[in-house]
C-alpha cells in the first residue's frame, strides 16, 4: 500500500496553516505537501513538519505572483530570467523544508515557441538542482484552459527529450481521468516515469471515493507497478476534511 500525504493548501482548511501538520498527522497522513509555501518563513514550516512527524513531499516553483497569480510561466517564452529567478528561489524553500520534490509549472502559453521554451528551462533547471527531484504534471483544460502541458505523451516525450535522472512526471488521477476519461489506462502507459502521484474524485475534485475513479483498485495498480513513491490527497473536501477520510487505508493493528 503506498504511503499517503495530505495536501494542506486544499485540506484541513478549517484551521490556520501551521496547525494543519498536527491534524494531518492525527487523522493518518504520513507527509504533506503545499501548493505555493511562499508566504511562510520556511522554518515555521519545517518545525510544524518535524513536530508532527511528516515528511514535506512536494511544493511548486512560484507562479509570477506568488500570493494568487497566474500558476507557473515554465513554457511563457520571453520570461526566462523570471523563471530562473524563482526557481532558485524555489529551490532555497525546497531545501529549506527538504522537501523530497519540485513540481515546475508550465504556465499558459501554446505553440512550438512555447514548447521550446518549456524543454530550455527544464534543461537548465535540472542541470542547476542535479540533487533535487523534479516534477511536470499536465493539467485538464477544463479546469485551467490555455495550460501549456494539458497532455500526458506530451509530458513523456519532454522528459525523454530532456534526459536528465532528476526529472519525472508528477501523475494526477484526477487530472488523467478529466483528460484522457481513463485514468488507469494513462497509469498503466505512464507508470515507469512517475516520481509522484496525487489524487481526487471524478467528478467534482472532491474526496477520492465512488465516481468515475475506482481507487481501491488504482492504490492494487500502484502496488502492481512497484511503484515506491507517495500518494497526496489534492481535492476539495465536500465538508469538514476529517468527516472525509474514510477513504484512506489504515495500517493493520
Do not use: C
Not at 522554518?43 to 506568488?66: E, K, Q, Y
Not at 517564452?77 to 520534490?101: M, T
Not at 504556465?107 to 511536470?136: C, K, M
Amino acid at each position: 500500500m503506498p504511503r499517503f500525504a495530505a495536501n494542506l493548501t486544499m485540506l484541513f482548511t478549517e484551521l490556520p496553516m501551521l496547525d494543519r501538520f498536527a491534524a494531518a498527522a492525527d487523522a493518518g497522513f504520513e507527509g504533506v505537501e503545499i501548493l505555493f509555501p511562499y508566504d511562510i518563513p520556511p522554518r515555521d514550516l519545517s518545525r510544524a513538519a518535524i513536530a508532527a512527524g511528516l515528511d514535506f513531499v512536494l511544493m511548486n516553483t512560484p507562479p509570477p505572483n506568488w500570493a494568487g497569480g497566474p500558476r507557473g510561466f515554465a513554457a511563457e517564452p520571453g520570461l526566462e530570467d523570471r523563471f530562473r529567478s524563482d526557481f532558485d528561489r524555489a529551490l532555497r524553500f525546497a531545501e529549506a523544508l527538504r522537501a523530497r520534490h519540485i513540481h515546475i509549472m508550465a504556465g499558459y502559453a501554446q505553440g512550438e515557441e512555447a514548447r521550446d521554451t518549456f524543454l530550455r528551462n527544464l534543461s537548465w533547471a535540472t542541470g542547476r538542482a542535479p540533487h533535487v527531484s523534479l516534477t511536470i504534471e499536465p493539467l485538464n483544460p477544463v479546469d485551467q484552459p490555455g495550460y501549456f502541458l494539458g497532455d500526458f505523451d506530451l509530458a513523456a516525450d519532454l522528459i525523454e527529450q530532456v534526459d536528465a535522472p532528476n526529472l519525472g512526471l508528477q501523475f494526477d488521477a484526477y487530472h488523467a481521468q478529466m483528460i484522457t476519461g481513463d485514468a488507469m489506462a494513462v497509469w498503466r502507459k505512464h507508470a515507469g516515469i512517475a516520481r509522484h502521484v496525487q489524487i481526487a474524485g471524478v467528478p467534482g475534485r472532491h474526496e477520492p471515493t465512488g465516481g468515475m475513479i475506482d481507487y481501491p483498485a488504482f492504490f492494487a495498480a500502484l502496488d502492481q507497478s512497484a511503484y515506491k513513491g507517495w500518494v497526496s490527497a489534492e481535492y476539495n473536501p465536500a465538508g469538514l476534511t476529517t468527516k472525509g477520510l474514510g477513504w484512506l487505508p489504515r495500517p493493520p493493528a
